[in-house]
Structure formats: C-alpha cells, structure tokens
C-alpha cells in the first residue's frame, strides 16, 4: 500500500515556486474566490482588464511613445504616465489623498509656486551578474513629489515608475543622457502646466517643476555626461575644484583653483545656471572649431564631456534645471565604497595595532541582537573575511550603517578608559564619522529647521574631514571626501536630503519580475511595468501613514489576555498583534528592546504585546533598570502599558549574566 502524502506537500511541484509565494497564493485565495477558469491565457486577459481600470483622461496609464535613436530612426519605449499614475494613486488610497489635502493646506501649490518633482535613475540587473552580456540589464527611472513629508519620501510607495528600459536600448539611443532629454521633453512641459486631480471628490489643479535629482555618482555621471575624477576639474558643482593628487592647483597662479583635499567650502566656486548655460555654449561654439583632439582636451580641463541632444544641451533649459536641483546620496557618499567604509578600516587597524584585534571585535559585535525590522542587515561576521588590516570595510550599506550603531560602544566602553592621548585622537576623527551619521539618519524626522540644521552638519562633516586628515593625511582620500561638503548645502536649498535606500529597496521588484522572464525581448520592459503597476497600486490600497501608530494585521486577543486586561479596559472587543507601527513610521515586534520618552526621561525596555481597544493602540513593555551609561538591567516584568505612540525607536543589545548593553546615543 503507498504511502500517504499530505495533499499540500504536492502542491507547486509541477511549476516552481517559492514557499513563501506558495502560502501567498494559497492565502489569497482562502480570502477570495476560487477562479473557475486558470489557464495561462484567461490571466493575462483578466491582467489586462485590470490594466485598462487604471486609465484616465490622460488615456491609458501605460503608454508606448516615440524616442529617437542614434541613427535618426525611431523607437517606441513603455513609460508609465505620471498624471496617470497620480490619478490611479489617489484612487487607490485614501489615506494617499487624505495626505494630499493637508499638504495642499499647508504648501499651497499654484502656477507661480509650483510643487517640486524629483528624479532618480540607476541600472538594474536581473538576472544572471556573471554572464558576459546580461542582456536583462535596465535602467529604473522613478519620481516623487518633494513636498511630500521628508519621512514619507524615504518609502517606496512615495515614488513612482517612470520606465523601465534595457541598458542595450539606452546605448542605441545614445545614452543616459539622450533619454532623460527626451523623458522630460515629453512629460515636464505636461506637469509644470498643470494636471487636474479628483482629490477626495475635490478638483484640484496640481504643478509640478523639475527641482532635484538624486542618484549615485555614476547615475549622476551618465545623465550630466561630467567627467567626475577622470577631469581636470571634478566636481559638477563645482567650476574650481581639482582632484588633489593632480596638484593643479598648487601651480595655478590666479589661486582660483583648489585641491580637492580643501575643507573650506566659501572657497568653492559653485556652478549656477548662468554657469553652466555658458559653459555648454562655449563647448558648442568650440565643437564646431576645434579639431577632435583638441576639444577632447577642452573637455578633460573643464570636466564635461559635450553631447548634441543631451540633458544639458536641450534646448528649453530642462537640463539647466535638472543641474540646478542637483542632490548627493549620502548613502553611497558615506555608505558604498564610501568615507565610512575607509574610516571604519582605518580605525579597525588603529585598534589592531594596539593591541584589539578585528577577529575578537566582530565577535563582540556578533553578540548583539537585533530588532526584528534590522536582522537581516544586522552586521553579523562582516568583518570576517579582512586581507589588509586597513582596508575599507566590505559589506552592505545597511550593515555597515548597522555597525556603526554598536561599533562606537566598544570604543568608548573598551578602549577608551585606558586609551593613551594619541589613540584617543586617533578614535575620536571616528567618533566624529559616527555623529555625521547620526545626524544624516535623523534628517527624515526632521521636517523643519533645514537651514540651522544644515550649518550643524556642515560644522561636523567639516570637524570630522580635518580630524581625518590630521590622522590618516590623503593617502586615502576619495572624491566623496569633497562630496560630502556639498551635503549641507544641499539641505539648506532642498529643505532635506533624501537618501538612496528607498529607491534601492525598490529595485527589489524589478530584480524580482525581471528573474522570471525568460526572454528579454521587445515585451520585456512592458510585462515589468505592468507587475510594477499592479505592485504598486495594491501596495497603496494598504497604505499606512508616519505619525499614526497602529498594530499590523490585529487579530481578536486570545481569551487568556483578555482576562488579564479586564482590570484595565472596560470593553471585551480587544485586538492583539506580534507587529505593529510606532509612531515614526518603523515597524516594531514583540520581543523587541525599544526606547521611550516618559516624564521626560528616555527608558528602555522590551516591548511583549501589542493591542487596540477602542481604537486606541498600546503596547506592553517591560522597563530595564540603567545602571550606567548605556548597561541595563534586564527584566521581563512586570509588564505596564504604554500608548504605543511612545515608542521613538528600535535598538540592538547584547545580554550577559542578566545586563544588557544597548547603544542608546
């Protein structure tokens, strides 16, 4: 007699699929209805249909245009419309609109004072990294809105898809920056004349201005088409920067040029539109004069290259404006292959050669646990595998921007009270490293105060270069270095500063749909916008806002909590959850160490229930006791309830003997 075999171990066998897409289905069809028909084709008509819901007076949401290729023929990209994708947004959320009309109270948007649209673009690469043409290979361009709150710019669904298009087909076109000139060509003139908007039954007119774009240096490169360090001068915002090591500055007479080693940022000769306007026209008088040698060594000296239909070239100065909204990733300034990687080496090889070796730091650093939201990137072992003892440190920008959060403690808890007064100094340009972070990482709550704050963190990007240089000399300083000064002004023109994270998560999706096709033919870019639509769209119809914290998923309280809470709620419908949303807009879970503001003392403790009554949220919460610095305590009762909107934030530990360390900074 054969075995017996649980029915559900059978399915997904015949098709792959993942267990965890498997439960996904299988979960949404117990809330659903079960389609009587699944063939491969009624999907896709029932995809199309769905489709054809998000359309507008814009037409449809997904529209094949017109570009211009190198050699003058045309080709017909996908693009998800921007006034289309707006309108299908606001449909979708109510709290997305509800959001839209207090902003428009607070920031009226009007033709004169226009709202601020802000850019990204970066490759992606589905598919297989190590073949020699992954022909999967695209370029995401994504939008938002900058007048959206600073915390809510740092979630993916604040920003949304403009296309999708295959690295191949970008260099057919002519580039990067052949295809944001047509983009904008086709849509800015669109926006900054306006779009109607039903807003929660309300028409409202809405414009839209090209103010900032943000991206990786090498995105920023492809688009602006600078030479970044490979020219004489290399920083696109600045006219009389020089890359230090070619020492141009030191035999420049005028003393207009200087290294890019200076820290002085009144001596940095900024770019304006006027600027670059005549930069661009006097390349393209020279263009027509110059032999080809010649201009190419124009180009080395001034740092841009020259290209007929690029963004800066473009006629309507949409280029000129894309410049002037310029925005650094402090994410990949200080993150990726950045200042923090280089200083965190540096300071591990400080710490070596005093006697506190990487092997029996990565394991205090491995004893840390982490919050539920964090543990994937929690920085476990990554500073295992070392060659050099001074090399930059080689993980991902979250797992370093993690160990950044528990590093400095076993400085100042290990090192420091019996650290002599060069070690001391040697520490401390790191410490500083530490607090840029810190006050980065805070600019999404921060909202207001943009001009003191920027001052603030001009003050400690420049306290920390100049320690850095007294210690390590330039040996390895990298143009970030000089980056990193734009950064406070930046804040002061933008009112924030945005970071790459959001965008990188979302990269996720594209990664994920482009994985499962298996052809990337002329369908490619248009089967991933349409998933990515779709993605979006139901993203939204569950759209949580910062500020308002709540439990995820509550289910009825189980009877057993329901009788320990009688003493304290009156009413028996109670919710409870293992999840839930602090009022900052992360995630918490239960078991997590949070921290909370009581009577004006911060507290930690360990969070051990969600619930809502009444449609209040609370949450309970063990207190530790703080013994001294950042040692705790640890207990796990009595357990008192607290609003949960008290919770400000999420942190690591590592528990011994009943203490607990916790970085609270």
């Not at 591990?348 to 539920?372: E, Q, R």
């Not at 920008?397 to 993690?402: C, I, V």
């Not at 839930?580 to 921290?595: E, F, K, L, M």
Request: aromatic letters at 8%.
């Amino acid at each position: 007699m054969p075995p017996a075999f649980d029915a559900r171990a059978r399915l997904g066998r015949g098709s792959y699929v993942s267990l965890s897409g498997l439960a996904g289905v299988l979960s949404e069809l117990k809330e659903g209805e079960l389609p009587a028909n699944s063939s491969r084709r009624t999907l896709k008509r029932a995809r199309q249909r769905q489709l054809s819901d998000y359309d507008s007076t814009w037409g449809p949401v997904l529209q094949q245009l017109d570009f211009s290729l190198e050699d003058g023929q045309l080709h017909k990209i996908w693009c998800l419309h921007p006034a289309g994708c707006l309108l299908a947004a606001l449909r979708a959320s109510e709290d997305l609109a509800l959001l839209m009309e207090r902003r428009l109270e607070e920031v009226p948007c009007t033709w004169d004072a226009p709202w601020r649209w802000a850019l990204y673009s970066d490759e992606v690469s589905p598919g297989n990294n190590l073949k020699a043409r992954n022909n999967r290979k695209v370029q995401a361009i994504y939008w938002s809105i900058m007048e959206m709150p600073p915390r809510e710019l740092s979630r993916e669904d604040f920003w949304w898809t403009l296309t999708v298009l295959r690295s191949p087909t970008v260099t057919r076109l002519g580039g990067m920056t052949i295809l944001w000139a047509q983009l904008l060509q086709k849509f800015a003139p669109i926006l900054r004349n306006g779009i109607s908007l039903n807003i929660r039954g309300r028409q409202t007119m809405i414009f839209l201005e090209i103010s900032c774009m943000i991206s990786d240096e090498v995105a920023l490169k492809q688009a602006l088409e600078n030479k970044g360090a490979a020219g004489t001068i290399m920083c696109p915002c600045c006219q009389n920067v020089t890359d230090h090591k070619s020492r141009v500055a030191e035999s420049d007479a005028t003393g207009i040029l200087v290294p890019s080693s200076c820290t002085d940022a009144s001596l940095f000769r900024l770019h304006t539109a006027a600027s670059i306007r005549d930069t661009v026209a006097y390349m393209q008088r020279c263009a027509a004069t110059h032999t080809v040698a010649q201009f190419d060594r124009l180009a080395q000296s001034m740092g841009l290259n020259f290209r007929p239909g690029g963004l800066l070239s473009e006629p309507s100065g949409l280029g000129v404006k894309v410049f002037e909204g310029l925005m650094f990733d402090w994410m990949h300034v200080y993150l990726v292959s950045g200042i923090a990687n280089v200083h965190t080496g540096l300071a591990l090889a400080v710490l070596h050669k005093a006697g506190y070796d990487t092997p029996a730091i990565n394991n205090w650093v491995n004893s840390f646990t982490w919050p539920a939201r964090l543990a994937k990137a929690g920085c476990k072992d990554v500073l295992s595998k070392r060659g050099k003892i001074d090399e930059p440190v080689r993980c991902s920008a979250s797992e370093l921007l993690n160990l950044l959060m528990v590093l400095p403690l076993y400085v100042e808890a290990r090192v420091w009270p019996t650290a002599d007064a060069e070690l001391k100094a040697s520490l401390q340009s790191f410490l500083y490293l530490v607090s840029v972070l810190e006050t980065l990482k805070g600019l999404p709550q921060l909202g207001t105060g943009a001009a003191e704050q920027s001052t603030t963190l001009m003050l400690q990007i420049k306290q920390h270069l100049n320690a850095f240089q007294t210690i390590f000399g330039l040996e390895s300083w990298t143009p970030k270095f000089h980056s990193s000064l734009h950064l406070p002004m930046q804040l002061r023109h933008h009112k924030t500063l945005l970071s790459c994270f959001v965008q990188e998560r979302k990269h996720k999706c594209i990664k994920r749909l482009g994985n499962q096709i298996d052809s990337a033919g002329p369908s490619f870019e248009k089967s991933i916008l349409e998933d990515v639509l779709f993605q979006h769209m139901t993203s939204l119809e569950t759209l949580h806002l910062t500020g308002r914290a709540s439990l995820l998923d509550p289910k009825p309280a189980a009877a057993p909590l329901k009788r320990e809470l009688q003493h304290a709620f009156a009413h028996e419908d109670i919710l409870s959850s293992r999840v839930a949303v602090h009022g900052r807009g992360y995630s918490v879970s239960a078991q997590d160490v949070v921290v909370m503001t009581l009577e004006g003392e911060r507290r930690v403790g360990r969070v051990h229930l969600f619930i809502q009554e009444q449609g209040r949220s609370w949450t309970g919460v063990s207190l530790w006791t703080q013994m001294s610095g950042c040692l705790f305590r640890m207990a796990d009762e009595p357990i008192v309830l607290f609003p949960l909107d008290y919770i400000q934030d999420t942190l690591p530990y590592s528990a011994s003997n009943g203490m607990a360390l916790v970085p609270l900074r």
